[in-house]
C-alpha cells in the first residue's frame, strides 16, 4: 500500500503497552469529535466519537477523553497491536456536520 | 471495505491538463463529500453534495469542480492543474445529511501531476 507521506509526530510503542495520542483543537464551539485511523493505502476509518457534553467515552480497547477548558483530546489505545499501526487523525466540528480534521499522528507498534 | 468505491486508484498528468475523479457512495448514501490529502496540508474538506445539490463547501479552489448524478456517483473535476494540486482525493459518503460516525471513506486517488 502507499504511505501518507505526511511529516508527522510519531509515537513508537512495544506491542502490548498502551498508547495515548494527543490532540489540540482549536475552535471552542465545536461540540463533537472523532477519532479517524488511517491505514497505509486507505482511507481514514472512523473509530470513536464524543460530543461536548462528555468528557470520557470507551469503546472496545479505546478511550477518548476530552478536556474543553485547553481544548485537548486523547485517544488512548490499550494493550496495543502491530495491526494498530496507523495514522491517527483526530477531527472536530460545529453545527455544519463537516469534520475538520487535525494533523495527525503516526503510531508503530513493534513486536 | 468501506463500500465506497473511487477510482481510478492513481493518476499522472501533466501540468494544465484536466482530470476527472469518480466516486460511488455506500448503497443509500445520499451525502457525497470530497477531501484533498497533501503533504503539508493534511486532510482538506473540498465540497459536499447531498442528493444531487451542493451542501457545504471547503477551501475548494475555483479551478476544481464537482457535480453529483441522479444515480448518486459523484465526479470531481480537477483543471489546468498545477504541481502543487498532487495530492490524495478522498471520497466519503454517508447516508444522511451529516459526516461524523456515518461517513464511510474510499481508498482514495493518487494524483501526480508531473
Known amino acids: 500500500g502507499e504511505s501518507v507521506g505526511l511529516h508527522l509526530p510519531t509515537l513508537s510503542v512495544q506491542e502490548g503497552d498502551n498508547s495515548i495520542i494527543n490532540c489540540a483543537y482549536s475552535?471552542?464551539?465545536?461540540?463533537?469529535f472523532i477519532w479517524y485511523k488511517q491505514e497505509s493505502g486507505k482511507g481514514p476509518q472512523f473509530i470513536i466519537d464524543?460530543?461536548?457534553?462528555?468528557d470520557k467515552r470507551q469503546g472496545q480497547r479505546v478511550t477518548v477523553l476530552l478536556n474543553k477548558t485547553v481544548k485537548h483530546l486523547s485517544l488512548q489505545i490499550a494493550a496495543t497491536q502491530p495491526g494498530d499501526s496507523a495514522v491517527y487523525f483526530c477531527?472536530?466540528?460545529?453545527?455544519?456536520?463537516?469534520?475538520?480534521f487535525g494533523r495527525g499522528t503516526s503510531l508503530i507498534v513493534h513486536p | 471495505d468501506s463500500g465506497v468505491t473511487q477510482t481510478p486508484k492513481h493518476l499522472i498528468t501533466a501540468t494544465g491538463q484536466r482530470v476527472t475523479l469518480r466516486c460511488s457512495p455506500r448503497s443509500g448514501d445520499l451525502s457525497v463529500y470530497w477531501y484533498q490529502q497533501s503533504l503539508d496540508q493534511g486532510l482538506q474538506f473540498l465540497i459536499q453534495?447531498?442528493?444531487?445539490?451542493?451542501?457545504a463547501k471547503g477551501n475548494i479552489l475555483e479551478r476544481f469542480s464537482a457535480q453529483q448524478f441522479p444515480d448518486l456517483h459523484s465526479e470531481l473535476n480537477l483543471s489546468s492543474l498545477e504541481l502543487g494540486d498532487s495530492a490524495l482525493y478522498f471520497c466519503a459518503s454517508s447516508q444522511i445529511d451529516r459526516g461524523g460516525t456515518e461517513a464511510f471513506f474510499g481508498q482514495g486517488t493518487r494524483l501526480t501531476v508531473v
Open positions: 464524543i460530543r461536548s457534553n462528555m
Open positions: 453534495y447531498y442528493n444531487g445539490e451542493e451542501r
Open positions: 475552535n471552542s464551539a465545536s461540540d463533537y
Open positions: 477531527a472536530e466540528e460545529e453545527g455544519s456536520y463537516i469534520p475538520t
